[in-house]
């Protein structure tokens, strides 16, 4: 099944310093699927697993979209709106973002090419208010089909009723609530905290809760959610929605049984300050079939544990065979802010852009320094006192640290522009890369060659005068803070 992935290389970062974020610039913008197919032919697979890494990304639509009309320490608030009877119409079910959720497994029958019935697989929990159904659209046209649910006092889906069975439907769609563990993305566009999300722990008809765990030091949610910012909710991806949350839906393979510690499965394991293995079990011993932990199985039904964005995960295939994924996803066009973990902490990431990158372009030149919010050089491989990244190739960790002494104390990045190579066979020569820049010190109307006797409703050139050294012919020039007034028909403005 198809689920939104990219595939990069792991590393995680361990810092010597408190939380703090750091941003990198934008590197591509570029948008896809991926497949990657993962093989083990070991004699005894579960002792030589094959390792892969992965991360969660954003997928389908929003269920939400709207600005923010107020923000508190914790929460966010939205307006309602009216419909044509001018009843109002709130944004939200109160309670189905709640923590404590659940997301039942429902399975839709046909009746004909429409939908006859949805059976509950798993009734869920810790619904207070019954949560709004979402069925697949058809094969064919556009006659979808609605349901509605019930709860019982205990917060389970209790029964589904169909509403309208639609038509058009070959096969049998998938059946979905809008519940359990969500992200609210911040998509102001422009902003520098563009594209970050915070998870949702809570929520009535117009407000959300935000777990602000993840807020660096000296930050607040009111300097990152400001009023009237636009803001998207999207379903988190958990280990059931991008894994599968039944047998069918599984690429994976199960354990063979329920509570076996994950004998004859592949596991997934996720970071929490140490590796926590999890592998789909089917059901068995008073337990429904899903997601556990393999050491861990008190811990119950783990579907619905959050895999946020940019956090990398591992796939074992601990199985013999080829286990073939299909990722889709996106790669954003936004610059990119990651929170560095506290002192003497550490997490695993993945490439946040889904492309190539270089490790110089991973922490920005800026950030490097000594100071508790800044990443710290090292004067060796085993300055125990410097910050480090560890990368995953294979099953080898190799470990890096920047130098010390080597331009760790820069406060704004160099930048240059080029032309094209004049160099033999067209390649570039010193004079084809310019750091040339200065302060604007005059805008005048002037001739394609400069010249400056030519009326200025006449002239298509300007002449730009700059304090510094000026590029040379054939360079592109970037003007920064520039302002001013349209022309106006009279051409005197």
Known sequence: MNKSLLV???????????????????????????QKTISNTASNPAKAPVFTVVSAGLSGDAVFTGQVSSVTSTTIN???????????????????????????????????????????????????TAPEIIIDYPTSGDDQATATASINGSGEISSISITSAGSGY???????????????????????????????????????????????NGETLQNVLQTDFSVDVFAAPTLGSVFGRTSSDLDLSPASA??????????????YGAYYSFCFMPAGSGRVAGWYSTSYIGWGLQNDVVLYPDEAFIVSKRTNGSLTLDFDGAASTADKKMQLPALDGAFVMNNPYGTDMILGELVPSKVFGTSALEFKPGSGDTDTAADQLFFLDGSVWSQFYYKSGVNDGVTVTATATARAGTAGSQGLANADV????????????????????????????TLVTISGTAPLAGFDITFDGLFGFK???????
Do not use: W
């Open 170 to 216: 070959s096969s049998a769609p998938t059946a979905t609530v809008v519940g359990g563990p969500h992200f609210v993305k911040l998509t102001e566009s422009g902003d520098d905290d563009e594209g970050r999300v915070f998870l949702i722990t809570d929520n009535n008809a117009t407000r959300l809760t935000l777990d602000i765990s993840r807020l660096a």
């Open 434 to 461: 310019s750091l040339s820049s200065g302060n604007i010190t005059n805008l005048q109307s002037c001739t394609a060659s400069g010249g400056l006797s030519v009326d200025h409703n006449d002239s298509n050139h």
């Open 78 to 128: 939205f307006e309602s709106s009216s419909d044509t009877s001018e009843t109002t119409v709130n944004p939200f079910v109160s309670g189905v973002f709640n923590t404590a959720v659940k997301n039942p497994i429902l399975t839709p029958s046909l009746t004909g090419s429409g939908v006859g019935s949805i059976s509950i697989t798993y009734a869920g929990a810790g619904f207070s």
């Open 487 to 493: 022309l106006n028909d009279n051409g005197d403005k």
């Open 8 to 34: 990069k290389s792991i590393f995680t970062f361990s810092f010597l310093l408190p939380s703090m974020l750091c941003s990198a610039p934008n590197v591509a913008g570029i948008s896809g699927s991926i």
């Open 258 to 271: 329920n509570g076996s510690g994950g004998a004859g499965a592949d596991f997934i394991y996720l970071y």
